[in-house]
């Protein structure tokens, strides 16, 4: 094989990489960083955890008792949905009409919020419905750790590590993604950066007094 059919093959093999590269999002195996799904209900975390500031545990009361912080129950939605059943902005449009008209306003229930109610069993008057039976959204999971990484949201919680340090700028996110990539030198990092506090169980290494664990049990039981 000739110097030039070298050079044209590696030169196209460097151009397929740079196209590869520049229209895709590669990433290692297991990196899901950035990644959005599509949710059976669009649930807004901007306008939940941003625009009303629920604190993160109202919903996820399970990541201060658990390892799990866990998904909330329809119930918890319901606390604050059996009244607040569409946007504010789409009540105060029909009570403008409704005035305009000279009529009595109309209930505006939000198309999601029906989702929701309709998983309960319940029409848009929060009527049960003849026959339905209720079953748990089906949400679609983000963050996934594979199977031989445990994690526990406890002493995490305990320590007060701000729930953004891991899962990002939830308060901004429409749509709830994957904002770090979880990697094992991620997690290091982390705990090398912070140091021991109140005991603990640490590495023998010669810097175990100055940080957090990274002994492969604590992860890898």
């Known amino acids: 094989m000739s110097l030039n059919v070298k050079v044209f093959g590696l030169s196209t093999l460097l151009m397929g990489l740079g ?75 029909e009570k403008q009409s409704a005035a305009a008209e000279g009529r009595e306003p109309k209930d505006v229930v939000s198309t999601e919020l029906l989702k929701l109610y309709t998983a309960l069993g319940l029409d848009e008057k929060l009527e049960p419905v003849a026959g339905a039976t209720p079953r748990p959204v089906e949400w679609v999971r983000v963050h996934d750790l594979p199977d031989f990484a445990y994690f526990d949201h406890r002493p995490h919680v305990a320590r007060n590590i701000a729930c953004e340090t891991c899962h990002g700028p939830v308060q901004t996110m429409e749509r ?37 664990s990274t002994d492969c049990v604590t992860c890898h039981l």
């Open 176 to 212: 709830m993604q994957q904002f770090s990539d979880l990697s094992m030198g991620w997690c290091i990092d982390c705990h090398r950066s912070n140091a021991i506090s109140g005991g603990g169980f640490v590495d023998a290494g010669p810097r175990a007094a100055d940080h957090v």
């Open 19 to 93: 196209v590869v590269f520049a229209t895709t999002d590669p990433r290692l195996p297991g990196n899901d960083r950035g990644y959005t799904p599509v949710q059976p209900i669009a649930f807004s975390h901007r306008v939940h955890a941003g625009e009303l500031a629920i604190d993160c545990q109202y919903c996820h009361s399970g990541a201060r008792r658990s390892r799990h912080a866990g998904v909330p129950a329809t119930s918890i939605c319901m606390n604050c949905h059996a009244v607040v059943r569409a946007a504010f902005d789409d009540v105060l449009t």
